[in-house]
């Protein structure tokens, strides 16, 4: 297929954004000042699952300073419904037992009480004489453990959905769903080596720089006013009025710069709080968290236990696999587990299949998604399993992938059939990438690739481009944008309207100012608000041949438009020329654009990791990294390659160290960035990227989202390359030092035979 | 955080005095540990005495004959920024340019990490193997003590209320000595180590003629590991010596499993940091004679 040439469409020019963050002027939600503003602090729990027995606020509210004290007794009690959250769905009852404890703490970091005073130091130390007695409760922190029969019961009132249905088991297990496909025992039978696994994963968090914050004014008026960092401003809208009932048009939510998200900035935690303290006060409140209140109480990503059992024929070809996967959701229901079970085998054409997944809660915080949430962790079993096949097989572990490679037509276990999707091709560019090509050499040292699949999300996004007299334009639009976003989508309306990128001029604005736009997540904004600046471009073209049609006198159907040129017959104008004369034809044009697409196309990353262990100390260092990704259409190249190298450097984080290091009571011990490791620029080499172009048919560019798949496939290729280095495969994230050196150390293990570094 | 006052003496008496009347006071030198634990709530003080304006806490003098008198105040950036400094002791301009990052650098100060004694903290097993020893001065005048007799327990140390750490000294390099401090960290900056070690060898004909080992991270306090030093005297300089030495360092390590390693990795590190670092004191002091 011959690919549209395009003049704006794939080249790089500077970000709208760019010269605000690199000056420093950029306004995220920490520098937000308003005019008699408090400071917030947030009282949370010590405990790891508690009942709370008593909370006595009297102390803080008599502290000098202190303007008010807010607890979940403060907020109104509507009935319980179902909450749209932005990319999910969940029950309200579990949206304000997060915000604010009630009757249990479910987690350490279970936010209990808040209080607002004139400066954050005085409100933190009022906050330490809020008097709580708590009767502490056994808790279960990992999925096997919360899933045992004797474990300590989270939500009395949980009861397990068992195949879609309804059940009265009472327990952790909130769910528990199951796809097939075929006769897996048929499979299996047909298989000349069955290879079955077991793994962990540990949580791991997002790790974005800046951390949550809030600032709200409840205005005289009755307007609820909020600055905040979010991916989804209409998201914090709603839930805001939800939790204060409130009709949704009193509330105004403004989205500052933000400092990353990655999925966790979806949830609310400190809106409503700080509306309610505003409320109290009749002065703005700013609630900052510490990057312990972070880590302790935003949402990270599930850990998980994993079973993959795979059958392939000598040949190659796999007869069937099968998936066990137990996802920790946190202390409220909606672990992404779901996710899990749709991407775990979505890489591979097969015929019998069985997934089954369990969405289990546990007394750590609520998990949130976290770029292609799930999908990592059930990759590093699948990819882990099928690298184990291949070399016992002795195939090419891309030519293996290769003979089994999801196409056009397959149907995944969880019902879907792939349309026009680019596995193959990512297969082929990377058997075809320089660093596959160039032999590894050296002790101690291995290759390891890998597969990973997200399928992306469309939902609804808001577009108007208003014409200026001078020929540009002003593009609105309500998708935060965090890698780029401006500009990939000013540039799909540049490249309709004939004219530069530059000359599109894009603002993020209020929830007021822009129809409804769903989160900056689900790898959809590029697509979907990208549609949505595209309808609004052509909406202006159609209005504008209208104008020229009105100038020369002729019918609009007439008028030609390209390159930013109006044409009919052997007239013609620019862009420019015409924008001067809107006053004389009718008044300004208003182009708007309001979707909700439904050709969403998936992502396939692929990533080839060369690694060293040192066998001394069992660290790892990443020699060489490459990740290759179906782009659909690359509409600014640079920051297709920006999402591809940083989603590989947080799954080569996730590979080697980051995880929460739980105490048996449930505390986090390692709550900051220091002992949280995260990788540094130190740690990594330069990430080789190679964007592979299949256009998704459901996009008028050809787009699919880039933002995810991205982080897919790095841990198990890490974890393949390590197995080829050390001799020892590693079946738990991380693979950090002391673990592959027990993995060598254990009977086995493959210490004697590495040859020992040089001094 | 708490509020606190702050007071910025210009000499060594009014620093005493200040302290003598608020014994609870703290010393504030590059502030990277001190204004870490404040913001964390730890160890409050009602009056923090910054102590970067005194002469004596500035002073970074090295002299071939006496060697080096290094003020407690002063930063890391100083110490590997000075070239006589750096050429005498290659493995103190290894340590200051290992704490922290460039920033950190520019701020932190050996002495105090010294004086905030944590198990893990870089510099004290090179100061012990490079047999430093610190001025402490009080409102009853001066004393002396050797740095591995400095950490008492984690962050405690021997400084008694109304004395604070003036300055260390370091011998002068003999010839034919090398040292070195390694330490495992999972990352390649911007963490604790897991253990550490550092060494410090002087070899006279082949052999060794005297070492001094110490580790970190494995002990309540940074560990001087005697022990091995003197074993290594007097044994040819090979790789079987140093394994030796090695397996003592690993044997005297009492360390615990928490989030940084577990209890049997920290202990093999000991062998595997101990054999590396003597290995570059080895090459060190090959390279001077
Ligand atoms: C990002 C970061 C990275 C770091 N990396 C490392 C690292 O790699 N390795 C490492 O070992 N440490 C590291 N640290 C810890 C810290 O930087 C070092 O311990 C540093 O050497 C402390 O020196 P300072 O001058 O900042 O001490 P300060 O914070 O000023 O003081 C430390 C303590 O000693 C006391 N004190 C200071 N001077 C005196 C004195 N003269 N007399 C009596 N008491 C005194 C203070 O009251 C305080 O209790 C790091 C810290 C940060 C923030």
Not at chain 1, 51 to 72: C, E, H, N, S, Y
Not at chain 1, 174 to 200: N, P, S, T
Not at chain 1, 351 to 359: A, K
């Amino acid at each position: 297929m011959s690919m549209p040439t395009y003049k704006v469409i794939g080249t790089r020019p500077v970000r709208h954004d760019g010269a605000d963050k690199v000056t420093g002027r950029a306004i995220y939600g920490a520098d937000v000042q308003l005019a008699g503003m408090l400071h917030g602090y947030v009282l949370r729990s010590p405990h790891a699952h508690a009942r709370i027995l008593r909370i006595d606020t009297g102390k803080a509210q008599a502290f000098p300073g202190v303007m008010a004290v807010v607890t979940a007794d403060d907020f109104p009690r509507t009935p319980d419904r179902i909450v749209d959250l932005g990319e999910g769905e969940t029950p309200l009852s579990c949206v304000r037992g997060n915000m604010l404890a009630r009757g249990k703490v479910l987690y350490r970091g279970h936010a209990i009480a808040a209080v607002a005073a004139v400066n954050m130091h005085v409100a933190e130390e009022a906050a330490s004489l809020i008097e709580v007695d708590y009767e502490p409760l056994a808790c279960a922190l990992t999925a096997p453990d919360a899933m045992r029969a004797d474990a300590p019961v989270i939500h009395g009132s949980l009861r397990m959905k068992e195949l879609g249905a309804p059940t009265d088991t009472p327990g952790n297990v909130a769910e528990h769903f199951r796809h097939v496909k075929g006769d897996i025992e048929k499979g299996f039978a047909e298989a000349d080596l069955i290879v079955e696994r077991e793994f962990d994963t540990a949580t791991v968090h997002q790790g974005y720089i800046e951390p949550q914050n809030a600032t709200a004014l409840w205005n005289n008026d009755g307007r609820v006013l909020i600055w905040c960092s979010t991916q989804g401003a209409f998201v914090v809208r709603d839930v805001t009025a939800c939790v204060l009932d409130l009709p949704v048009s009193q509330v105004k939510v403004t989205p500052t710069e933000i400092g990353g998200g990655f999925g966790g900035k979806i949830p609310v935690y400190l809106e409503p709080v700080a509306a309610m303290l505003s409320k109290k006060t009749g002065r703005p409140v700013k609630i900052v968290m510490s990057r312990k209140d972070v880590f302790e109480a935003t949402g990270p990503t599930p850990g998980s236990h994993m079973k993959v059992k795979i059958g392939a024929r000598k040949d190659g070809r796999i007869t069937a696999a099968q998936a066990y996967l137990a996802f920790e959701a946190g202390a409220y229901p909606g672990a992404m587990v779901g996710p899990a079970g749709m991407t775990v085998f979505a890489a591979y054409d097969l015929e019998h299949v069985t997934i089954d997944g369990y969405d289990v809660v546990v007394n750590k915080p609520s998990t949130a998604a976290y770029r292609a949430p799930g999908a990592p962790n059930a990759a590093f079993a699948t990819e882990s399993v099928v690298d184990e096949l291949a070399q016992k097989l002795g195939i090419d572990p891309i030519e293996f992938r290769l003979k089994n490679a999801a196409k056009e037509g397959t149907r995944r276990a969880d019902g879907p059939k792939f349309r026009k999707i680019g596995c193959v091709e990512v297969l082929e560019a990377m058997k075809n990438s320089p660093h596959y090509k160039t032999p590894l050499q050296g002790p101690n040292r291995g290759r390891g690739v890998a597969l990973g699949f997200w399928f992306n999300v469309g939902l609804p996004s808001s577009c108007t481009i208003s014409v200026n007299s001078d020929g540009t334009v002003n593009l609105v639009e309500g998708s935060t944008d965090i890698g780029g976003t401006r500009t990939s989508i000013a540039m799909q309306a540049a490249e309709v309207l004939g004219i530069a990128a530059e000359a599109v001029q894009p603002t993020v604005v209020d929830t007021d100012s822009v129809g409804f736009t769903a989160v900056t997540g689900g790898s959809r904004t590029t697509f979907a608000t990208g549609w949505a600046a595209y309808e609004a471009a052509q909406d202006v073209m159609r209005q504008l041949k209208e104008r020229a049609a009105k100038l020369w006198e002729t019918e609009a159907a007439g008028v030609e438009a390209a390159g930013g040129v109006f044409r009919s017959g052997d007239r013609s104008m620019s862009f420019a020329e015409l924008a001067a004369r809107l006053g004389e034809t009718g008044g300004p044009v208003v182009g708007r654009g309001a979707v909700n697409p439904r050709g969403v196309g998936g992502s396939f990353a692929g990533s080839i990791a060369d690694v060293e262990v040192d066998p001394e100390t069992g660290k790892t260092t990443i020699l060489r990294f490459t990740c290759v990704q179906d782009a659909g259409k690359a509409i600014h190249p640079s920051y297709v390659e920006g999402q591809m190298q940083g989603g590989s450097v947080q799954g080569i984080g996730w590979a080697l160290n980051e995880e929460y290091w739980m105490s048996e009571q449930g505390a986090m011990m390692n709550s900051s960035l220091l002992d949280y490791r995260m990788p540094t620029s130190l740690d990594l080499p330069m990430i080789e990227t190679c964007i592979v172009e299949v256009p998704n048919p459901g996009h008028p560019f050809g787009v699919r989202g880039v933002g995810e798949a991205n982080i897919v496939p790095p841990a198990a290729a890490v974890a393949n390359a390590v197995c080829h280095a050390a001799g020892v495969r590693l079946f738990r994230l991380p693979m950090n030092p002391p673990a592959i050196m027990e993995a060598l150390w254990k009977p086995g293990g493959k210490s004697s035979q590495l040859v020992p570094r040089n001094p | 955080m708490k509020w606190f006052d702050y007071a910025a003496p210009k000499t060594l008496s009014e620093a005493l005095a200040l302290l003598a009347a608020h014994p609870g006071a703290r010393m504030l030198a590059g502030g990277t540990d001190l204004l870490v634990q404040m913001r964390a709530g730890r160890k409050p003080a009602d009056l923090i005495i910054d102590i970067k304006n005194i002469a004596e806490l500035n002073e970074l003098r090295y002299e071939r004959a006496s060697g080096l008198t290094l003020g407690a105040a002063v930063a890391c950036y100083r110490i590997y920024g000075d070239a006589a400094v750096s050429r005498a002791y290659p493995s103190l301009h290894q340590v200051a340019s290992l704490i922290g990052g460039t920033q950190i650098q520019g701020r932190a100060s050996i002495g105090g990490n010294l004086c905030n004694a944590a198990p893990s903290a870089d510099s004290i097993p090179l100061l012990i193997a490079l047999g430093a020893t610190c001025r402490i001065a009080g409102a009853g005048g001066e004393r002396v003590a050797r740095v591995e007799e400095f950490c008492t327990a984690p962050g405690k140390n021997i400084l008694a209320a109304g004395e604070l750490l003036v300055s260390m000294h370091v011998p002068a390099p003999r010839p034919g000595s090398g040292a070195s401090y390694l330490r495992f960290i999972p990352r390649n900056e911007m963490d604790i180590a897991v253990a550490g070690a550092g060494v410090a060898v002087e070899l006279e004909n082949g052999k060794f003629r005297s070492a001094r080992i110490a580790l970190s991270s494995v002990a309540p306090t940074p560990l001087f590991v005697r022990e091995a030093g003197d074993w290594l005297t007097g044994k040819p300089v090979n790789g079987e010596s140093i394994a030796g030495a090695a397996e003592i360092a690993k044997a005297a390590a009492k360390p615990i499993t928490d989030m940084r390693g577990t209890k049997e990795y920290r202990r093999h590190l000991c062998s595997v940091l101990t054999r590396r670092a003597l290995e570059t004191a080895v090459r060190r002091a090959q390279e001077v004679q």
